[in-house]
């Protein structure tokens, strides 16, 4: 048992499968945790990058085990906003780097033809450098014509999901949302994408709620140097 008394399977697993792509894979159909104001513990999905998972009424830490469960709960995590606690973040992350607190977002895969190509000459692009700091498998997308720099991430991200991450190229005559749907191409028909998104930045937002994204949670995410 978590130290909230909810059951921890240890390695944040199931079946193969990390517990927060379950949670997020049944909130995109609209089965949400339930409304407890509990939190669970769970490993990290990736190696050096830890985060918490929040729903309404209920989040998930994803920190390592170097950090007891006493310890842990005496920071006061809770699912009505305690979880995300700058406090706890701060304490947790030490002096390592902290990563805004963005709303997640799902959607499915559209199959089909790809309507992006592969960009090799994009991989230094600086969103590509920040995906590959807390993603693994990293691929950049992006329109053929060369002088077009449009960038689409696609990575194994947050649980080990399907993530994307876009920039528009501003001097091009295409809409965020374009570019969004264009990056659901790369991902099978029906399975489940994410994409992490700052409250702030309203246009990309529109963007991927324009391509059928719906938000489900909030993550914030840090590398810890405790």
């Known amino acids: ?18 517990l ?24 990290p999905w ?3 990058v830890e985060g918490v998972v929040a729903f309404t009424g209920h989040a998930y830490l994803a920190v390592d085990d170097d950090v007891s469960d006493g310890t842990l709960g005496s920071l006061g995590p809770d699912g009505f906003g305690g979880a995300s606690n ?14 805004a ?5 799902v959607a499915r895969g559209l199959g089909g033809e ?13 969103r590509a450098e920040h995906a590959t700091s807390v993603r693994s498998a990293v691929t950049t997308f992006g329109y053929a014509a060369p002088d077009d720099r449009t960038l689409v991430t696609l990575s194994t991200g947050l649980g080990g999901m399907p993530e994307v991450g876009v920039e528009t190229d501003a001097s091009k005559d295409r809409s965020g ?24 930045n309203a246009r ?7 391509a059928g994204f719906e938000p489900v949670a909030s993550v914030q995410l840090w590398r810890p140097e405790r």
């Open 177 to 200: 949302t374009d570019v969004v749907r264009d990056a659901l191409t790369l991902v099978d028909e029906g399975e489940v994408v994410v994409a992490a998104c700052a409250p702030g």
């Open 86 to 99: 700058p406090r706890l973040v701060s304490r947790l992350a030490g002096t390592g780097w902290i990563d």
């Open 1 to 18: 048992m978590d130290p909230s008394g909810q059951p921890d399977d240890g390695a944040g697993l199931m079946d193969g499968v990390h």
């Open 20 to 43: 927060i792509a379950e949670v997020l894979s049944k909130a995109s159909g609209g089965d949400f945790p339930a409304v407890d104001g509990g939190w669970q513990r769970v490993a």
């Open 101 to 105: 607190l963005d709303i997640v977002l």
């Open 114 to 126: 790809p309507a992006l190509v592969p960009r090799s000459d994009l991989r230094n692009h600086p």
């Open 46 to 48: 990736r190696d050096g």
């Open 204 to 210: 990309a937002l529109r963007a991927f709620l324009g």
